[in-house]
């Protein structure tokens, strides 16, 4: 199974900061790379597919990019409602997996 | 709107069996996969598996494999996952999620809509 690991697990940051969270692959998925956020008992809520296309109705300031092995997920202005737990989640091979999760928390 | 409605939460004994339903509306149901997704008591995501809706094919998670059994009944746009042999470690909230699957290949892509979460729990 391809293993995901996201960086850092979890960090503090303040509203209007621009914070990235990091996704490595343990072998090349291509683009196939979705990005979730989830907050405190909900499902998670799909932000990014294909690396790096916005998912219809997900705000501009997320953004995401890579290809193979390495994948990044951009907020560029953290809004209050951003604080949340991120996951990646490859899906170019069966089975499909996910990283660890990276916890935004406030400063 | 697209919405996924699951069955209520479950207390299971050691050694049972579930049975998670997961109600589609709001799209063509056989035109899209349901995908299964675990998350233990504070713990990430876990993909258990998938099911084509149109042709009922399958793949699961491999240390699931002969435990869970994924079904559809298209007349009702209903989705079902069937745990056995049940673990106190699959304690865990179970999703279902709506998946694209690329039409070439049938392989399965990302989870777009999720269903709301069903609670179960396996205690003696």
């Known amino acids: 199974a391809i293993r995901m690991t996201q960086s850092p697990s979890s960090f503090s940051a303040s509203t209007g900061d621009r914070v990235t969270i990091t996704c490595r692959a343990s072998q090349g998925v291509s683009s196939y790379l979705a990005w979730y956020q989830q907050k405190p008992g909900k499902a998670p809520k799909l932000l990014i597919y294909a690396a790096s296309t916005l998912q219809s109705g997900v705000p501009s300031r997320f953004s995401g990019s890579g290809s193979g092995t390495d994948f990044t997920l951009t907020i560029s202005c953290l809004q209050s409602e951003d604080f949340a737990t991120y996951y990646c989640q490859q899906y170019y091979s069966y089975p499909l997996t996910f990283g660890g999760g990276t916890k935004v928390e406030i400063k | 709107q697209v919405q996924l409605v699951q069955s209520g939460d479950e207390v299971k004994k050691p050694g049972a069996s579930v049975k998670v339903s997961c109600k589609a509306s709001g799209y063509i149901f056989t035109s899209y996969g349901i995908s299964w997704v675990r998350q233990a008591p504070g713990q990430g995501l876990e993909w258990m598996g998938w099911?084509?809706?149109?042709?009922?094919?399958?793949n699961y998670a491999q240390e699931l494999q002969g435990r869970v059994t994924m079904t559809t009944d298209t007349s009702t746009s209903t989705a079902y996952m069937d745990l056995r042999s049940l673990r106190s470690d699959d304690t865990a909230l179970y999703y279902c999620?709506?998946?694209?699957?690329?039409?070439?290949?049938?392989?399965?892509?990302?989870?777009?809509?999720w269903g709301q979460g069903t609670l179960v729990t396996v205690s003696s």
């Open positions: 999620a709506r998946v694209n699957y690329d039409i070439l290949t049938g392989y399965c892509k990302y989870p777009d809509y």
């Open positions: 099911i084509n809706a149109y042709n009922g094919n399958t």
